[in-house]
């Protein structure tokens, strides 16, 4: 399993963490660990806008896309409602964990 960033995703994470006011050390933290498990993609392929999918979530199904990715784990209904993009698969966490649970 393998954890897929673009840059357009760690520039929405860090966004985020600092509109939660998430402490400075603290998202520099998870941004390091991030750079220490994850694979990187170049955030080159982008997706057209889908309708009923806010246009920042985009980013998810490019990376997904440009990874081949098998699985894309997300609690957005809106993307949740889609159950696939491409070859990829998409699950909210509990499903997921029960999917990988079914391979132990």
Do not use: C
């Not at 963490?17 to 933290?29: A, G």
């Not at 490019?62 to 698969?89: C, G, M, P, R, W």
């Amino acid at each position: 399993m393998t954890l897929i960033l673009t840059p357009q995703i760690e520039k929405e994470i860090t966004l985020i963490l600092i509109r939660h006011q998430i402490k400075e050390t603290k998202t520099l933290n998870l941004l390091t660990a991030f750079d220490d498990l994850a694979f990187y993609k170049e955030g080159i392929y982008q997706t057209n806008f889908l309708d009923k999918i806010d246009s920042k979530d985009n980013i998810f199904l490019s990376a997904s896309y440009e990874s081949k990715a098998n699985y894309l784990v997300f609690l957005d209904k809106h993307l949740l409602n889609l159950k696939h993009f491409h070859q990829t698969i998409i699950l909210n966490p509990q499903s997921f964990l029960n999917l990988l649970l079914q391979y132990e």
